[in-house]
């Protein structure tokens, strides 16, 4: 099984960005740690971070037929991406969104997720070890659908 691990606009900052918000993990040590994940789980880890909208659409269609799952973090266009949305249902990739922050616990333009009506599910709030928490139920649900 092969699961892509999408992050979004400032995620290549992670360690420093605001770290009372985000942590202190980099995006760097985060991958690392679910490639190990994966290893245990028969899931290999392709990993891609990108700053602007149209690259995370491309890349989520470079990975339709390549990868079984994403694990996306589209960081601030998580609230405003319809586009990005619309490349998730047209490729039929499934995907869990997750979030460092608790979306639902900040600002009010924070609390809407333009992603999660088409996601298999979200994990936020739960800091770096949501991603963790994303690529295991992620690869659960994908080996139970067979
Ligand atoms: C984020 C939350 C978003 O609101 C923000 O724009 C991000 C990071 C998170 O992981 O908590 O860039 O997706």
Redesign the pocket.
Known sequence: MIIGVLN????NLLGTREPSI?GTATLADILAHLREVGTTLGAEIRAAQANGEGQLIDLVHGWRGLVDGIVV????Y??TSLALRDAFTATAIPFVE????N?YA?EPE?RHSMLASASVGMV?GLGADGYEYALRGLVRILRARG
Do not use: D, K
């Open positions: 979004g606009p400032n995620l985000y973090n589209a960081g601030a998580t609230h997750v979030h460092l922050s979306i900040r924070r936020c």
